[in-house]
């Protein structure tokens, strides 16, 4: 799998938008992308993924650049709730012929909602 | 569909005894996975079953580790002889292997070695 990149940390007030970068500039034409948060002392879920073209869900948007080496989750509206650590993750899909089941996680950046 | 399911939640237990976890997958779901997540780091993979088979296992799990999905629904993993070093929370995941095989996580066992 690509490596990521994410910045350990960042702050978010309440009600804004929060916008995490993530640099996976090593990735191959059939891996996607996912994003999964994971709130203190509880298990990872899932949030959104995406191969090429931007997608949204009830949870966040996912933005692809062009050249796919990088990517943004953008949470619209931040909530106190929101406040997570939230992992980028890059893998290759069943679909593309790839077996990689397994989710290789970094670090992630760690977003506080501030109110 | 109750989510991914995980037995106990927490669990404390003395250096070199043996402790054993449950999890139970989506309904359905025929993948199913295990890590492990220590302090300050993510999720690491141990090993995952595609119905009862298991299909792989990483180096992390050492011979003391074992894990089973008998019928192909709910996971066992066992630790003999429990090291303060297995301290970790361990996670349970399951999946869909049809369409996008996406992972969804239990909450956790956290597991304390004194």
């Known amino acids: 799998d690509a490596k990521t990149t994410q910045p350990p940390s960042m702050d978010c007030a309440e009600g804004r938008a929060a916008n995490l970068p993530c640099n996976h500039s090593?990735?191959?034409?059939?891996?996607?992308v996912y994003w999964y948060r994971q709130i203190h002392s509880q298990g990872p879920q899932y949030i959104i993924h995406g191969l090429k073209n931007n997608e949204t869900n009830e949870m966040a948007s996912l933005i692809i650049t062009e050249d796919r080496k990088s990517s943004t989750l953008i949470l619209p509206h931040a909530t106190l709730r929101d406040t997570a650590v939230y992992y980028c993750i890059v893998r290759v899909e069943r679909g593309s012929g790839g077996s990689n089941y397994k989710l290789t996680f970094g670090k992630g950046t760690l977003l506080t909602v501030n109110p | 569909d109750t989510g991914v399911s995980q037995d106990p939640r927490h669990k404390i237990t003395k250096r070199g005894q043996n402790v054993t976890f449950r999890c139970d997958p989506i309904s359905e779901h025929n993948r199913l996975y295990w890590y492990r997540q220590t302090l300050g780091q993510g999720p690491e993979f141990l090993t995952y079953?595609?119905?009862?088979?298991?299909?792989?296992k990483s180096r992390l799990l050492s011979d003391r580790f074992s894990a089973e999905r008998p019928k192909g629904s709910f996971s066992t993993l066992e630790i003999q002889r429990t090291e303060q070093g297995d301290s970790a929370m361990y996670l349970c995941?399951?999946?869909?292997?049809?369409?996008?095989?996406?992972?969804?996580f239990g909450p956790g066992t956290r597991l304390t070695v004194l």
């Open positions: 995941a399951s999946s869909l292997y049809r369409d996008t095989d996406t992972q969804y």
């Open positions: 090593t990735i191959s034409g059939n891996e996607y």
């Open positions: 079953f595609q119905n009862e088979a298991q299909l792989e």
